[in-house]
């Protein structure tokens, strides 16, 4: 009860602050929610102009406050308390904030700043446990709490990791299992949300509820990849395993599309038990800008492979790019392997390129280059990002109508990531649309728009122009891309989008936030689904 008093406060100051009568302190002051275990609803000006922004810097919506919880209970309370308000406040989570296009904000209502309540709870934080059940290590986390945080922990209490990762590791567990969470282990390990084992969910009715393949298995899959709509993870149980100590990192260049998406698919195709490599992604680049973009800094004049053996290619190159893992154990072998595996590809002779380093500063690579963009003042700018699942038939068209019809030779402006998945390493009761094909390619434009730049192409304007030419190509020739972290416009696109799983989304949707209140910067549901389909 105390809670219904304590928001009912809250929207009295939000009503008597929109017609701009003064507000005692007082007011403020029974905002904050005290007693052990208790959560704080901010009007903080730095706090609401933060939540107000993301990492995409395309749009803003102001919330009317913020809540800083200090747990599963606090979320829950909070969101029940909306649930039961008169209009139904919007609520949504945020983690890192690196949504693009502002799925992370509640225009009007309350964002929940989940960055913190694995602190505020850290003498419950949980140790890695071993399961006879499942046959492996697992470790319970706050939802809130960042990968690279979960990855520290595990290492230093067990030498363990999760097996599934993102590129980018400053990024909250909730967040990337709102969506799906891929990097280059996901041909082998799927994605992050196949390697959780169970979830706390805080439904649109305030209710803490937890899930798993056989318990409450509607919820668990639905939220993962369920984009927040069906709730806010405030707990997962995540897989984890051994982490080795040292990585073979490996980049070799192709100009000919077909033998690299070729090598690609078989490397992902290479079972366990025999030789593999234990990453595989790729990117496309300009020869000319080969030195000079920022995912390309592993290649430079202080490499000893000759950058001559590219002096008769010009315009698109390919870059396979794997790694094999590797401890004191296997280190005699990761030779013998690695050039066993290379030996039966086709890229262009002279041109591999290889490192060896720690496995943890492997996984935070693109860690290390946000260090170097901030310092040039080029990390907190707009960043038009667009990732298409596409699948592996029409990956050749793709190159011919995008990497070289819509972009030509013009790929600055940020990495622009191709690699395959194997789509039976996904579960198919999981939230995630993708192609329907045993195997699809990620393909993500993540660029960044510089105010200020001389070159016009790598305007804002410029960028979502390119953007909306390859969405455009890609209905116009039947390429069958989905949008991965999607950003459509209407509900009919987000029909369109989910095709036949639509029906079944919706569904879950009016179940477990049937007043449609959380999540609604993603922009899918334009009214409560009940109502919507009365």
């Known amino acids: 009860m105390a809670w219904c008093l304590v928001f009912m406060v809250f929207l009295i100051y939000c009503l008597i602050s929109t017609v701009g009568l003064p507000v005692a302190p007082a007011d403020e002051a029974a905002m904050q929610l005290g007693g052990v275990g208790g959560g704080r609803l901010s009007v903080e000006p730095s706090d609401v102009m933060e939540a107000s922004l993301d990492f995409g810097r395309l749009t803003s919506a102001e919330p009317l406050a913020v809540f800083h919880p200090r747990g599963a209970g606090d979320v829950a309370a909070l969101v029940k308390a909306a649930y039961g308000s008169a209009s139904g406040i919007r609520v949504s989570a945020r983690g890192h904030g690196h949504s693009i296009s502002g799925q992370a904000q509640a225009a009007g209502g309350v964002v929940v700043d989940m960055s913190h309540g694995w602190r505020a709870e850290a003498a419950e934080r949980t140790l890695p446990v071993y399961s006879p059940a499942l046959g492996g290590h697992y470790i319970d986390v ?5 990968w690279i945080d979960v990855l520290n922990w595990t290492l230093a209490h067990g ?5 599934s990762w993102t590129d980018y590791l400053y990024l909250s567990v909730g967040g990337t299992l709102s969506n799906a969470g891929i990097s280059g282990q996901a041909f082998h390990h799927g994605p992050q949300i196949s390697n959780v084992y169970e979830l706390d ?8 509820v937890t899930c798993s393949e056989s318990n409450n298995p509607d919820l668990f899959f639905g939220a993962l990849g369920g984009l ?17 100590h040292r990585v073979r990192w490996i980049r070799a260049l192709y100009s000919n599309f077909t033998e690299f998406t070729a090598d690609q698919e078989r490397l992902i195709s290479l079972q366990r038990g025999g030789r593999r490599f234990d990453y595989v992604e790729g990117f496309v680049v300009a020869a000319e800008g080969l030195i000079n973009n920022w995912r390309s800094s592993f290649f430079s004049p202080q490499n000893p492979v000759k950058l001559s053996s590219l002096k008769h290619h010009s315009g698109v190159l390919y870059c396979l790019e794997v790694t094999k893992n590797y401890d004191d154990s296997t280190a005699v072998t990761v030779d013998q392997d690695v050039e066993a595996l290379l030996g039966e ?18 996984l935070d690579r693109v860690h290390k280059a946000e ?47 191709i690699y395959p998945m194997n789509r039976h390493k996904w579960d198919p009761r999981s939230s995630v649309v993708t192609p329907e094909e045993d195997v699809f390619y990620l393909v993500a434009f993540l660029r960044s728009a510089v105010p200020g730049s001389t070159d016009p192409a790598q305007s804002l304007e410029a960028l979502e122009r390119q953007n909306r030419e390859i969405l455009e190509f890609c209905d ?50 334009d009214s409560p689904p009940l109502l919507a389909e009365s």
């Open 476 to 525: 116009e020739a039947g390429i069958g891309a989905k949008q991965y972290l999607p950003n459509h416009k209407a509900q009919r696109e987000w029909e369109a989008h989910f095709g036949a799983r639509w029906a079944r989304f919706a569904r879950l949707k009016a179940e477990f936030d049937p007043r449609a209140m959380l999540a609604t910067g993603q922009g899918i549901f």
């Open 345 to 362: 590809l086709n890229f262009i002779p002279g041109t591999v390129f290889t490192t060896d380093l720690p496995y943890v500063d492997f």
């Open 159 to 163: 030498g363990l990791a999760p097996r």
């Open 201 to 208: 969910v805080v439904t649109g009715k305030g209710e803490v």
């Open 228 to 244: 927040g709509q069906l709730g806010i993870i405030t707990r997962a149980r995540i897989a984890l395993e051994p982490a080795p």
């Open 142 to 146: 706050w939802g809130g709490e960042l």
């Open 371 to 417: 260090l170097k963009l901030r310092g040039k003042g080029m990390w907190e700018v707009p960043h038009p990002w667009l990732n298409l699942f596409v699948p592996a038939s029409r990956i050749a068209d793709f190159d011919r109508g995008v990497f070289r019809g819509v972009l030509g030779s013009r790929t600055a402006g940020g990495p622009i990531l």
